[in-house]
């Protein structure tokens, strides 16, 4: 069975990959962990993810070409992801044609495996094409097939991603509506929830916000999505967050935090050549410069942007939002005749695929242009088309705009008053409105220019009062705004604060306020850290193999710190000798290499002998003499001890070309690290010493039994040995006179009389004996043979329990007793061999099954097994603990299929399970053995009859170093043990019991 892969993953669930990636042993293990990988860096670096693909499909050719237990439909499944991986990484880089094959063939190989979940995920990717064609309306269609699809699966990640997407895209259409539909499907977007789905939600509630003209709250949240989306590897997300976290900073008159937030976005399209992302970037990084007057930079920004959009085969968003640029531009430069082309071609553009943003935009810059042109009646029309669309999708803000353009245009021109405007006042009739409907807004701080341009009016109608007052509340809005501003930048965690001051405000209250928010991130920052550090020692100090802790302590050293070279060294028993276990220099393993402990050269050796941390910042002459040959220059260096309490596990060290890299900071990071690894690493040697303990605990329990088992054919043979001794040199002597005595016929009889003897079993019991010494008296009285007693006695000896009628001649013989004496003589020989024979079987039998037992198998690569006849190999080696009044139930189904696996670690599994179940029994307890196929499993249960385990304890049969019996019985690893190694098998481990009635564990373990 494959396992889900995860729509999109942490960073630090990557790092996770990676790492067992690095630890995988074998293609066969490696293969799944390849597509993990690869899948999970289809944004974050195409190329890699490229490679990885390439390294996954020549893993699956091989696994056809050979039995690695996978299904066809497995098979189907890794191939579609793989295309669909290409379908991904083709389609960001525009390439569209090609990314519609791609993502056609994955969703035929999807269907052929019955896999719903891959059907979902090519439904998702295929509303992007939609949405890249200008064609919203297929988007959303493949937006509800894939959320048909995730339903039927049950990932809710998915279904809430995709919930949320659809509502994203709509509000483009309809804010309002969009509005409402979130509010009944995903109201809360505070909840917490994976970072996948929570970066969706909260991207589909930031773009209603600024749809609805909410700048601020938009921003807010929009920053929050780029935070959550670049952590869990959904680039182009991150990308569009931050466009628009830009756009929303702009609307705030904070054109320069504005700025920032575009050229980070446009960095991260720009590192993974994707042209519309890079297109949207350079255009909103261009909206910025232009806002901040530096035109020229705008417009060559803008013209790249123009050529990208131009480039791709399809009428784009990208081109009608660089289209609207454009004309922003024209209008700001003062030329109005370039805005009014441009603005006409970004109309076209944005009634062609129905995009109403960059309509807003064009519209308004339209009118702009026509007044500039001297064509008001023109002018008033676009005005007009933009009233109706901020009608259409409840913009106040687009209405905003259109108001104040149409008192301009009213200040400029004489055109027609508007109904209850005042001859002269047709401005001031259109800036009141723009007034009222700003503050019926949520959370909108009116614009100053508004408030100024409506004191103007009045005072030039002589309303000096009214003038006055709008004056006063546009002091405190511009009051406002700087709140706003600062505001904005602290949830940013941005530490420049470079707003424009309050004209009544001096240059100390803004340095005032600069510092208290810089105050305000460094505890940010240093919480951050604390709480990061926080979640690597609880994951360091899990790990109980040493080469998991240092895998981990090099994965977090690399992200924390500075380390262009790590190398670990660990102290060897003979407390002397320090020798490197791992080393890695800017990406290259480095040569082991070992010093002593009492060396004078080098820092390492003094570092472990005074157990102190050293740094040591170098320059550049003193780098070039103190290198170590095979190394390269570092500048910078820190050394710390690995101490678990007083005792020294080793030295770990860092190393940096670049100077004074390592700070008060960084210190306290390595110190703590190396803490987590000391206490790792010892934990590791403990536990790697109590599981030697209990393997040989378990070999001497085996050894034990063996000894018993081989014990009881062994005495069988000395007995039988003697025995024939004993009687056959008597039996020898007097065998041949007594054949010369008699006739032919009677040799005859005598010869018969000996072979049934021979095969005859001896009686068990002195009962049974009674029984057939009566039986034979009688029958010998009735044939007048006497002593009839003495007679039946030892006819009974010879195992003879009737009266054979061809024998009675033999019986009447004169030499009857002489006869009788040969023939128990050559009998006992005969059993006697017989029985070494049997024993020595019995002995070959135990040897055979010890050999398959104990054979290890160094490869470490997966076999087809029988898993009856692995199981019975297990129970040959207890045979004697059950013979001993223990009842052996074998419930084994028919034709099982074989089952791939590390054979050695499963006899680990059945030796354990077993004798837990055996020790669990009284005397006459009952031992059941289960086999059977459910589905793709085979499910193997062993039950006990035994006193069972009590509810509370349950859960934690499986710790590690838990345990019920006595002290000194068990080590508590046993079931721990067991439960890795099913793991490592895919399989699962579970336990059911009653008290008083007994235990059954049932492992299940996949067949591919």
């Not at 104990?854 to 490869?859: A, F, H, L, M, N």
């Amino acid at each position: 069975m494959l396992p889900t892969p995860e729509f999109f993953a942490t960073d630090e669930a990557v790092a996770q990959l990676e790492a067992a990636l690095r630890a995988a042993e074998g293609p066969a293990e490696r293969l799944p962990v390849v597509l993990a990988l690869a899948w999970q860096l289809r944004q974050r670096d195409c190329e890699r993810a490229l490679l990885s693909a390439d390294q996954g499909q020549a893993l699956l050719a091989e696994s056809a070409s050979q039995d690695w237990g996978l299904s066809s439909a497995a098979q189907d499944s890794m191939q579609a992801r793989l295309e669909l991986l290409r379908a991904e990484i083709r389609l960001m880089a525009g390439e569209l044609v090609s990314a519609e094959r791609q993502l056609l063939q994955a969703q035929a190989r999807f269907s052929q495996a019955g896999d719903a979940l891959g059907l979902g995920d090519v439904k998702w990717l295929e509303q992007m094409l939609w949405f890249a064609r200008g064609q919203p309306l297929r988007a959303q269609a493949c937006n509800q097939a894939a959320q048909a699809h995730y339903s039927q699966t049950g990932d809710q990640i998915r279904l809430d991603s995709a919930k949320a997407c659809s509502l994203f895209h709509a509000a483009f259409g309809d804010t309002e509506q969009a509005r409402l539909d979130l509010q009944i499907v995903l109201p809360d977007y505070e909840l917490p929830r994976d970072p996948t789905s929570q970066s969706w939600v909260l991207a589909a509630h930031a773009l209603v916000k600024g749809m609805g003209g909410d700048s601020g709250g938009a921003a807010r949240l929009f920053l929050r999505v780029f935070a959550l989306a670049e952590r869990s590897g959904q680039i182009s997300l991150a990308c569009i967050a931050a466009f628009n976290a830009s756009t929303g900073f702009t609307l705030l008159n904070d054109s320069s935090l504005g700025l920032e937030w575009a050229e980070r976005g446009l960095a991260l399209a720009r590192a993974r050549h994707w042209p519309t992302r890079i297109g949207r970037g350079l255009e909103v990084t261009a909206n910025s410069l232009r806002l901040l007057g530096r035109y020229a930079e705008a417009q060559a920004l803008l013209q790249e942007s123009l050529e990208l959009a131009n480039s791709v085969a399809q009428v784009s968003g990208s081109l009608a939002n660089v289209q609207s640029s454009l004309a922003l531009l024209a209008v700001d430069i003062g030329d109005d005749s370039a805005a009014l082309s441009w603005a006409q071609d970004a109309i076209a553009t944005c009634q062609q695929i129905g995009m109403r943003e960059s309509l807003a935009v064009a519209l308004g810059v339209q009118a702009k242009a026509l007044a500039g042109l001297n064509r008001p009646q023109e002018a008033l029309q676009y005005l007009q088309r933009l009233f109706e669309l901020a009608d259409e999708s409840g913009n106040s803000l687009w209405r905003l705009n259109g108001l104040r353009s149409l008192a301009a245009l009213h200040a400029k021109f004489q055109l027609p008053l508007p109904p209850g405007a005042q001859a002269g006042h047709a401005g001031l009739h259109y800036l009141q409105q723009a007034i009222t409907l700003a503050r019926g807004m949520s959370d909108f701080i009116l614009p100053v220019e508004l408030l100024e341009e409506a004191a103007a009016e009045y005072a030039r109608t002589g309303d000096l009062q009214k003038a006055y007052q709008l004056a006063l509340e546009a002091g405190r809005s511009r009051e406002r705004i700087h709140s706003q501003e600062a505001s904005n930048r602290a949830i940013a965690l941005q530490v420049r604060f470079e707003t424009e001051s309050l004209r009544h405000e001096g240059e100390r209250q803004r340095l005032l306020a600069q510092a208290h928010a810089e105050r305000v991130a460094n505890l940010e920052r240093a919480n951050g850290t604390l709480e990061q550090l926080g979640a690597i020692g609880r994951e360091i100090t899990t790990n109980l193999e040493a080469s998991a802790v240092i895998a981990a302590l090099d994965r977090h050293v690399h992200a924390l710190l500075d380390a262009f070279s790590f190398v670990v060294f660990r102290l060897e028993a003979d407390g002397q000798t320090l020798r490197t276990v791992f080393g890695v220099e800017d990406g290259v393993a480095l040569p082991h290499r070992s010093t002593r402990v009492d060396s004078s050269l080098g820092r390492v050796p003094l570092c472990a002998r005074e157990r102190r941390e050293i740094v040591v910042h170098l320059g550049q002459d003193d780098a070039e003499r103190a290198r170590v040959e095979g190394t390269a220059v570092t500048l910078s260096m820190m050394f710390s001890p690995l101490l678990a309490g007083e005792r020294l596990l080793g030295v770990m060290t860092i190393q940096s070309p670049r100077p004074h890299a390592y700070g008060e900071r960084e210190i306290a990071i390595f110190r703590t690290l190396c803490a987590y690894g000391a206490i790792a690493l010892a934990n590791a040697e403990s536990q790697a010493q109590l599981i030697q303990s209990e393997k040989m605990a378990s070999l001497g329990q085996l050894v034990a039994n063996v000894a018993h088992e081989i014990n009881t054919p062994i005495g069988a043979i000395k007995s039988s040995g003697a025995t024939i001794v004993e009687v056959l040199a008597d039996t020898l002597a007097a065998l041949p006179a007594l054949l010369q005595t008699l006739e032919p016929t009677m040799q005859a009889l005598l010869v018969d009389m000996i072979e049934q003897a021979s095969r005859a079993s001896l009686l068990q019991s002195s009962r049974e004996e009674r029984a057939v010494v009566k039986a034979l008296t009688r029958a010998l009285e009735q044939a007048g043979l006497i002593p009839a007693r003495s007679l039946a006695s030892l006819l009974a000896q010879l195992g003879l329990s009737e009266l054979p009628e061809a024998m009675l001649p033999l019986l009447r013989h004169p030499q009857r007793e002489r006869i009788l004496q040969a023939v128990q003589g050559v009998s006992t020989v005969v059993r006697s061999a017989n029985n070494i024979n049997t024993a020595v079987e019995r002995v070959a039998k135990i040897v055979f099954a010890l050999k398959r037992f104990s054979r290890v198998d160094s490869s470490g690569e997966w076999q087809s097994i029988d898993l009856v006849e692995n199981i019975e190999t297990v129970l040959t080696i207890y045979q004697n603990q059950i013979k001993q009044g223990c009842e052996l139930v074998r419930r084994y189904e028919a034709d099982l299929p074989p089952l791939p696996c590390l054979p050695d670690e499963l006899n680990q599994v059945w030796t354990n399970l077993i004798h837990n179940a055996l020790q669990a029994m009284p005397k006459n307890g009952r031992l059941t053995l289960g086999i059977r196929r459910e589905g793709e499993d085979l499910v193997v249960s062993v039950g006990d009859n035994g006193c069972g385990i009590p509810e509370p304890i349950r859960a934690r049969v499986f710790d590690p170093f838990f345990t019920t019996k006595p002290v000194g019985e068990g080590s508590g690893l046993g079931l721990n043990i067991v439960k890795k190694i099913i793991e490592k098998h895919r399989g699962q481990i579970e336990l059911s019991s009653e008290m008083g009635v007994g235990t059954t564990f049932s492992v299940r373990l996949p067949l591919a």
